[in-house]
């Protein structure tokens, strides 16, 4: 029996609910192994039906949702939308509501690759020609030597599924100052913005008060549906603009050229993706 692989099919991009971490940016790349019979093209299926079709059924899975564990939140289902609230070990509370279709319901009370990869070959079978006996899929995250950081955003203008208010990645920053290499600002950004929600200042409808605790409040109506999260102030980083990652590399040259001069910024989205925002410095 013969085996196709295609190794990094696509990158899953999306944010999920932790009991020791609260809400995380998250992105896994995604390898694919089929074993079976050979058609009578001398295949088991072609590549480009592999990568068109076998990618669409696993990104509508996960990608660019939140992925939720059901086991240890509140789920309601209502007419319009969704409703998830959750509690991390700190008690903090994290509630959104928005269309079905961006979220992601585990059986489980955890997220992991081991129940991902259960849910995906499942989603799989779908998109694969009979002549496929066993479909394997290995998901891992990229390996990064230097500085990264989980981030969640959702971006209300964008008319694709970035518009989700709760979806993420996990991304390497890297940071330049008279064209050397910066590892301690790249380090001192990644401690900011560890496993946090990126938010856009003119989102932000209210400032609640909720046990004692100061959480935000953002909400916006979109092409797919109406949208709200409420999560703690304090894993949560507001700026003034659309939180686009060309926004997110502008953002920091600009926070950086306060003290430096010469700076050159690469913000990643993801996996080999990004922008690169350049300031004189003052």
Same mark, same amino acid.
């Given at each position: 029996?013969?085996?196709?692989?295609?190794?990094?099919?696509?990158?899953?991009?999306?944010?999920?609910?932790? !009991?020791?971490?609260?809400?995380?940016?998250? @992105?896994?790349?995604?390898?694919?192994?089929? *074993?079976?019979?050979?058609?009578?093209?001398?295949?088991?299926?072609?590549?480009?039906?592999?990568?068109?079709?076998?990618?669409?059924?696993?990104?509508?899975?996960?990608?660019?949702?939140?992925?939720?564990?059901?086991?240890?939140?509140?789920?309601?289902?209502?007419?319009?939308?969704?409703?998830?609230?959750? !509690?991390?070990?700190?008690?903090?509370?994290?509630?959104?509501?928005?269309?079905?279709?961006?979220?992601?319901?585990?059986?489980?009370? $955890?997220?992991?690759?081991?129940?991902?990869?259960?849910?995906?070959?499942?989603?799989?079978?779908?998109?694969?020609?009979?002549?496929?006996?066993?479909?394997?899929?290995?998901?891992? $995250?990229?390996?990064?030597?230097?500085?990264?950081?989980?981030?969640?955003?959702?971006?209300? *203008?964008?008319?694709?599924?970035?518009?989700?208010?709760?979806?993420?990645?996990?991304?390497?920053?890297?940071?330049?100052?008279?064209?050397?290499?910066?590892?301690?600002?790249?380090?001192?950004?990644? *401690?900011?913005?560890?496993?946090?929600?990126?938010? $856009?200042?003119?989102?932000?409808?209210?400032?609640?008060?909720?046990?004692?605790? *100061? !959480?935000?409040?953002?909400?916006?109506?979109?092409?797919?549906?109406?949208?709200?999260?409420?999560?703690?102030?304090?894993?949560?980083?507001?700026?003034?603009?659309? $939180?686009?990652?060309?926004?997110?590399?502008?953002?920091?040259?600009?926070?950086?050229?306060?003290?430096?001069?010469?700076?050159?910024?690469?913000?990643?989205?993801?996996?080999?993706?990004?922008?690169? @925002?350049?300031?004189?410095?003052?």
């Amino acid at each position: 029996m013969t085996q196709l692989f295609v190794k990094q099919l696509t990158v899953l991009d999306f944010s999920y609910l932790d !009991y020791q971490r609260g809400l995380v940016g998250e @992105s896994w790349i995604v390898d694919v192994f089929l *074993k079976g019979d050979l058609d009578k093209e001398g295949m088991i299926q072609d590549f480009s039906l592999v990568k068109r079709n076998l990618k669409a059924c696993l990104e509508d899975v996960m990608d660019h949702k939140l992925v939720v564990p059901v086991h240890a939140s509140k789920v309601k289902f209502n007419a319009d939308y969704t409703e998830v609230i959750f !509690y991390d070990q700190q008690d903090d509370q994290y509630h959104q509501k928005c269309p079905a279709q961006a979220l992601c319901l585990f059986d489980d009370s $955890t997220i992991n690759m081991a129940a991902a990869t259960v849910a995906l070959k499942k989603a799989a079978r779908q998109a694969v020609p009979d002549n496929v006996e066993e479909i394997e899929i290995q998901l891992r $995250t990229e390996p990064i030597a230097g500085a990264y950081y989980h981030y969640s955003h959702g971006l209300k *203008k964008h008319k694709g599924n970035c518009q989700r208010i709760a979806h993420g990645h996990r991304s390497k920053i890297e940071i330049f100052t008279n064209n050397q290499a910066r590892p301690d600002l790249e380090t001192d950004w990644a *401690k900011q913005w560890a496993d946090i929600y990126l938010g $856009t200042r003119e989102n932000k409808v209210h400032s609640p008060i909720i046990d004692g605790k *100061k !959480y935000y409040q953002f909400a916006y109506q979109a092409p797919q549906g109406y949208y709200e999260l409420t999560l703690p102030q304090s894993r949560t980083y507001l700026m003034d603009v659309e $939180t686009t990652v060309e926004k997110i590399s502008a953002h920091i040259a600009e926070r950086l050229s306060k003290d430096h001069k010469n700076i050159k910024v690469w913000a990643y989205e993801g996996l080999d993706k990004g922008a690169i @925002s350049t300031h004189t410095g003052q």
